[in-house]
């Protein structure tokens, strides 16, 4: 393996960040420089380095940094004296949103869903989509899958695969069984043989589960993708079986697979769906939980949160929805670079063995057989001037997520530099 000039070491970063800050800080370590600003698809350092950003805040960007059509409306609604903080209160940026997102989102895919704000992160989002699956059902058990993530929370780890993530619960993490993911077997086993038989067995031990939570896309798992056939199969069974469908759409929503929804394509429709990350749009905390008017069984107050009511949030939702999705011309633009970014990273997996393009949209990767080659290409990315990180379970898959707003040159540029430092790192 051809080795990189070491990236700057993080004893190069001011003193505060090993003296103050935890052990548990990550990114500052792959990246060990100071960020300074950042516009679109860039980000410049405190010595006037730019950065390609492929990165977008593990998807909290998809319209870019310091997006103008967003920046605007924020700085003269807090110019303003508006209200910031408000709990569940009435408000006028929340009045603004939720019509904004009934009729631009909601309306024209015929989703008859409730809206709830759980609080300002996925993980908010994805305990009250279990918890309410469980008070609607009456049962505890839920189903996930192999290598999925949901967040950091217990709830959301219970669900989760990754054995590291995993561990720091400190606790037993239960009430939740994965079940193999779509061509968890290689295409050696029918997916859904294991949890039908089990379902129907007296003698499986598996109780009767109030709701199945699954990604369409796995990102942190791998950017392992469900075909739409498989995901077709699994709602039918959920709805045959009596049994809740949660998709998490934290980081394949607001348009990363090319559909607002990254479900869409397949022609399912959820029972609850799960939003966060890039649905303020401008990368301020918001997150919500969608579901079936029906299942909407809640008390007042039996599920809130201090920071559920970020109205800041709500002001560049709102105007990332007006901006992006009154017209299907931006779902487009994102297909035809999903296409162009595929393209490009085949290209690089047919030079050499042992590499694999895989993912959907404009959330795709290369996955490396040799699985610490991954890193070794984020390094070597790093060093020429793009961010990028690496995912899956041995983290073996070198992650591209662009904002949605990158321009074909930009694209041209970062796939250019990944193409550099792979052939950096192979033997």
């Not at 300074?36 to 998807?59: H, I, P």
């Not at 796995?218 to 079986?241: D, P, S, T, Y």
């Not at 035809?336 to 290209?347: F, P, T, V, Y």
């Not at 983290?395 to 040159?409: A, G, N, R």
């Given at each position: ?8 070491p993080e004893s190069q970063l001011p ?57 605007k409306p924020l700085l003269d609604y ?271 997996a047919s030079t050499y063995d042992g ?73």
């Open positions: 393996m051809t080795t990189l000039a070491t990236p700057l003193d505060v960040y090993t003296s103050v800050e935890s052990e548990v800080r990550s990114y500052c370590r792959g990246w060990p420089t100071v960020m300074a600003s950042s516009q679109g698809s860039w980000m410049t350092d405190t010595s006037g380095r730019r950065y390609l950003d492929f990165f977008a805040g593990a998807g909290a960007l998809n319209y870019g940094h310091n997006n103008p059509a967003l920046k807090l110019s303003s004296d508006m209200i910031v903080h408000s709990l569940d209160m009435a408000t006028e940026a929340k009045t603004n949103f939720l019509e904004t997102f009934e009729r631009l989102i909601l309306r024209p895919r015929g989703l008859d869903y409730k809206v709830q704000f759980p609080g300002p992160t996925g993980a908010n989002a994805v305990e009250a989509a279990l918890k309410l699956a469980r008070k609607v059902t009456g049962r505890e058990a839920i189903i996930n899958f192999t290598n999925a993530f949901h967040g950091m929370t217990l709830g959301a780890l219970s669900v989760t695969g990754n054995s590291m993530k995993r561990a720091g619960a400190g606790v037993p993490l239960v009430h939740a069984t994965p079940m193999p993911y779509d061509n968890y077997f290689g295409g050696a086993t029918e997916d859904f043989h294991w949890f039908e038989r089990v379902l129907d067995d007296s003698g499986g031990g598996l109780n009767h589960p109030a709701a199945v939570i699954v990604e369409t896309v796995q990102g942190e798992g791998g950017l392992n993708v469900a075909r739409f056939e498989w995901l077709k199969e699994l709602a039918e069974l959920c709805h045959r079986r009596d049994i809740l469908l949660i998709v998490d759409d934290v980081q394949m929503g607001c348009g990363r697979t090319g559909s607002f929804f990254s479900f869409e394509q397949a022609g399912i429709v959820p029972d609850i769906v799960t939003l966060s990350k890039s649905i303020s749009g401008y990368g301020l905390p918001m997150a919500l939980t969608l579901f079936r008017r029906d299942l909407d069984v809640w008390g007042p107050g039996e599920h809130n949160g201090t920071f559920r009511g970020h109205n800041p949030a709500f002001v560049t939702a709102t105007a990332a929805l007006q901006t992006y999705w009154q017209t299907a011309a931006f779902s487009d633009h994102v297909r035809e670079k999903g296409a162009m970014i595929r393209e490009r990273l085949d290209a690089i590499v694999e393009a895989r993912g959907r949209g404009m959330a795709q990767g290369l996955k490396f057989t040799d699985a610490p080659l991954a890193s070794v290409v984020c390094s070597g990315a790093f060093e020429r001037g793009l961010l990028m990180e690496t995912s899956g379970p041995s983290d073996e898959v070198v992650k591209l997520l662009p904002p949605l707003t990158t321009s074909e040159d930009d694209l041209d540029k970062g796939l250019s530099i990944l193409a550099e430092a792979v052939a950096a790192a192979m033997p």
